[in-house]
């Protein structure tokens, strides 16, 4: 566990801290520091753990999966957050199961020109997703106007709005405590040793 506050292990918790505890699992069946190093305050916790399912593992959600980890990974990069970019880039890039399209888009991201690798709606998606990282105060009805006339629907549209969202806070929550990714499993499809 690596943070600049106090994170309290499974077996100096309380029930309440336990139950919380439980909630928070990952499928390798352990605890992230980013949901750990909540332990001093398990509300903050489940809050986080229930605005994070819903933002990113929710079966209603309909943007294709890769792109929920890949714009996930741009507001990381955009944010210098290592530990959502390890975490969320490795997803992204099993999920995009293509090493060389991975590495042009992973490129690309890190050179902050999404341009080199999207195109259409998903370079629309990468642009709101820059400019509401960036400048949230300059965002107008028209950054939403294009995501819909590029053929997103506005359901899918609130789903970028609300994966930018969450990541903009995970990142702040994560560099402002420092939180690293020692003894985490990165990636939510590695497989635990």
Partial sequence: MSAWIEMISDENADENLLETLKMARTPH?????????????PNTMKGHVVLYRAALHDDANTLPTWLQETISSYVSILNDCPYS???????ARHLIADEARAD???SALNA?????AFEGAELLAMRYTRKLTRTPADMVKTDVDELREAGFSDGEILEINQIVGYFNYVNRLLN??????????????????
């Fill in 29 to 41: 069946g352990t605890v992230d520091n980013v949901m750990r190093v909540h332990s001093l305050r």
């Fill in 85 to 91: 970019l390890a975490n969320h880039w490795a997803n």
């Fill in 104 to 106: 042009t888009i992973e």
């Fill in 112 to 116: 902050d020109t999404p341009e080199q």
């Fill in 176 to 193: 402002g405590l420092g939180v690293t990714t020692d003894g985490d499993i990165v990636g939510y499809y590695a497989k635990s040793e």
